[in-house]
């Protein structure tokens, strides 16, 4: 069965400096990849996603993500964090119908 | 970008009651609908998966006579939690699709129903 593993339960990062959030996922075949963020009170908001192509995924808020075939790995990353990224992280791999399988999620404080 | 509304935001209620939670599509059809189930500090996990105008599909574990699901319009969805139980507490979170096509299509979140049962 498929799984997404998030290492990293809580990261803290300085406004301004680089942000990589760490997504490990078992799935048998090419996997439909995605990152979501969760604010305090609201739902769930799309990053980025990865279905096939370049491997190098540009999403919005100036994130980014890469899939690592060897390594099953799909890392989400951002050069200058700012204070309004704060929030939960969430990384999912799809499946081959509707359904969505998400990591335990990363929780991100950014401070001043 | 297209919305999603969940009402209530919150509810407490006594155990042994119903609580019916709605998931809305404010802007666009929604011919896919999904609850999810998301524990503290833990990551969401899928109840079922609603098609408008038929019966719910439930994840393995998940009791349907208990976690009722309605699909009635391309736009509602409705999760009633039957004779609800303190371990039924969490958060619970909607999503829908416009198209049937499959998990490439994106799923558009709703904020969420946290449920307390006393």
């Known amino acids: 069965a498929q799984s997404v593993t998030q290492p990293d339960i809580h990261i803290t990062v300085s406004e301004g400096a680089s942000l990589e959030l760490r997504c490990n996922y078992s799935y048998g075949a090419t996997p439909y990849l995605f990152w979501y963020v969760q604010s305090p009170g609201q739902g769930l908001q799309l990053l980025l996603k990865y279905f096939s192509g370049d491997t190098l995924v540009q999403g919005i808020k100036g994130f980014e993500a890469e899939f690592k075939r060897s390594q099953s790995s799909f890392n989400l990353r951002k050069p200058s964090v700012h204070w309004s990224d704060a929030a939960e992280y969430f990384c999912a791999v799809g499946v081959n119908d509707y359904k969505l399988s998400f990591g335990a999620g990363t929780t991100v404080t950014v401070r001043a | 970008g297209a919305v999603v509304s969940q009402h209530p935001s919150w509810v407490i209620c006594k155990s042994g009651t119903s609580v019916k939670i709605e998931c809305r599509s404010l802007d666009f059809q929604a011919t896919t609908m999904f609850w999810y189930r998301q524990f503290p500090k833990q990551s969401l996990m899928l109840m079922a998966t609603?098609?408008?105008?038929?019966?719910?599909?439930?994840e393995q574990g998940v009791e349907k006579d208990k976690f009722l699901i309605n699909h009635a319009s391309l736009t509602l969805s409705t999760l009633t939690v039957t004779s609800a139980h303190p371990e039924d507490s969490s958060f619970y979170i909607c999503?829908?699709?416009?198209?049937?096509?499959?998990?490439?299509?994106?799923?558009?979140f709703g904020p969420g129903t946290r449920l307390l049962v006393l």
């Open positions: 609603s098609n408008e105008g038929s019966k719910a599909t439930y």
């Open positions: 999503s829908a699709s416009e198209t049937s096509g499959g998990v490439q299509e994106t799923q558009y």
